[in-house]
């Protein structure tokens, strides 16, 4: 599935659609940011021999390379969504112009003659198995795909597992206590399964990176207890930027806006806990 035969690029290699399994390709878009890492992964899965192939994730607007490579792969035969944020589906709307590719998603507003994912749902296309995995805590409509092959397996987790650092929750629809069960179903579906996440490289093995999600959170959790203790206040109280000057000192500053949205929503936790 690669450009070449040549020795495939390590991430980031932009321009470049570079195989990560048998059955899948990365086509990393060149919209590196700070909480974007190194760009946005978009997912081509097309099982060997496949005339067919699924893109996953086609990217923000205005990239018009990404976009005229996607269009230009053969068999597009359907898009994926892995959650509502501009970067992932920015490019729906041209994509779908220039394939006629149903487009599928959790929400109902990015789908194109197509009827939203389901949880549970198998999807067999392009050779492939891929079962859809509802795995809200990010957003709300987060959804992981495991993917299968014969006897190999990846998943794709877009943004609930990146391939480096830890995944802001958005507080307008997500939450930590989905956040965490999402990383108790991934630790038992993603047995044995690639992680193929939405930015970031890809890892070999899905579990022990969840596991490290896990205990990071937990970790987290904890010291936003110590820092609520120490400035004598209760979740209900605290101020989340005052629990991000304690807890994310170390933590340059320029990432305090998103430790915010993510301290906001362990407040929320712990308000219920």
């Not at 630790?187 to 022990?208: C, F, K, N, S």
Request: aromatic share 4%; with cysteine; proline share 7%.
């Amino acid at each position: 599935m690669s450009d070449s035969d040549d020795a495939v690029p390590p991430h980031p290699a932009y321009g470049v659609l570079r195989e990560v399994t048998p059955f899948a390709s990365v086509l990393l878009c060149d919209n590196s940011g700070m909480m974007e890492l190194d760009g946005t992964n978009t997912y081509v899965l097309r099982a060997p021999g496949s005339d067919e192939c699924v893109v996953v994730d086609p990217g923000p607007p205005k990239y018009k390379h990404h976009a005229r490579r996607l269009a230009e792969l053969p068999g597009v035969a359907l898009t994926l969504i892995t959650h509502r944020h501009f970067d992932h589906t920015g490019g729906v709307k041209r994509l779908h112009q220039r394939t006629g590719a149903p487009v599928r998603a959790r929400l109902d507003k990015f789908c194109r003659n197509a009827e939203p994912l389901r949880d549970r749902e198998v999807i067999e296309i392009a050779g492939l198995r891929i079962t859809v995995l509802h795995t809200p805590g990010h957003t709300g409509d987060s959804v992981s795909f495991l993917v299968e092959h014969d006897d190999q397996r990846a998943v794709l987790t877009g943004d609930t597992i990146l391939g480096s650092g830890t995944t802001v929750l958005d507080p307008s629809d997500g939450g930590l206590r989905d956040y965490l069960n999402s990383l108790n179903r991934l630790i038992v579906e993603g047995d044995g399964a690639a992680l193929l996440p939405a930015h970031g490289p890809d890892h070999p093995d899905l579990v022990p990176v969840a596991r490290f999600y896990k205990a990071h959170r937990e970790e987290r959790i904890d010291q936003i207890v110590a820092a609520l203790d120490d400035m004598g206040v209760s979740p209900h109280e605290a101020k989340p930027m005052k629990v991000v000057r304690r807890v994310y000192s170390d933590v340059d500053k320029k990432l305090w806006p998103a430790a915010r949205m993510s301290v906001k929503a362990q407040l929320e936790y712990l308000r219920h806990a």
